[in-house]
């Protein structure tokens, strides 16, 4: 028995925006745009950003949207004196027209965790360090106000913060795996989910060494030729 450890999966406010998105109280899904940064930790030593903390937001993306990443394009760079990247930010392209930003790196002292997604309807804004799931509707009023009322866009609405069953994502990680590996009904992350997410990230890394925007099925085709 074998399984990834995206422990994203398990956060409650990510599971919640997943079963929501999924109910369709979003609308279309136009854009999913993710910040993950904060200090660096000293534990890693042979992975960049890219690797070691943007394969959480590219899984998540994919996992929350049920899209497919088309292609990236990304810019890096390294300002700590190591080998590999420290800041990266990412533009990507979803299978059903949606696309996707991510902001990560290790040179901020405000730790952040924030996936933010807009639809339809409004927006839901994830903070997976607490935990919080909040959605912002659009409004539906009417403005008297000359230089506003020509803009078609959308307008402040109501703010819903739900109550969300908090546990500690690991854990609840680990409690799936036990269960997969007893026979029990469990849902726990395929490898071949792991390996896509690995090959955006490779794609990522591509693009920002090329500064080209880099196609996925272009990407698995060249892969697939090296390793032949």
Not at 49 to 77: F, M, N, P
Not at 79 to 102: I, P
Not at 145 to 172: C, H, M, N, T
Request: charged share 25%.
């Amino acid at each position: 028995m074998a399984a990834v450890g995206h422990i994203e999966r398990f956060n409650p406010a990510l599971l919640s925006l997943r079963d929501r998105l999924e109910a369709g109280e979003l609308g279309e899904v136009f854009q999913v745009a993710t910040r993950r940064q904060g200090p660096f930790p000293n534990r890693i030593t042979d992975v960049g950003v890219v690797k070691d903390l943007a394969t959480h937001d590219i899984d998540l993306t994919s996992w929350v949207t049920g899209q497919d990443y088309l292609s990236v394009s990304a810019r890096t760079i390294s300002r700590s004196g190591r080998a590999y990247e420290d800041m990266v930010a990412v533009v990507g392209q979803l299978e059903r027209s949606a696309v996707a930003n991510h902001l990560v790196n290790w040179l901020s002292p405000l730790k952040e965790r924030s996936t933010i997604v807009t639809g339809d309807l409004g927006c839901f804004v994830a903070d997976t360090l607490t935990a919080d799931l909040t959605f912002y509707s659009n409004g539906a009023g009417h403005t008297e106000w000359e230089a506003l009322s020509a803009f078609r866009g959308v307008s402040e609405g109501a703010l819903i913060r739900y109550a969300i069953l908090k546990r500690e994502p690991l854990q609840v990680e680990h409690e799936r795996f036990r269960d997969a590996v007893l026979g029990l009904p469990a849902d726990i992350v395929p490898l071949d989910h792991g390996l896509r997410t690995v090959a955006v990230s490779v794609a990522v890394l591509r693009s920002a060494h090329e500064g080209v925007t880099v196609h996925l099925s272009d990407h698995h085709r060249l892969e697939t030729q090296k390793a032949h």
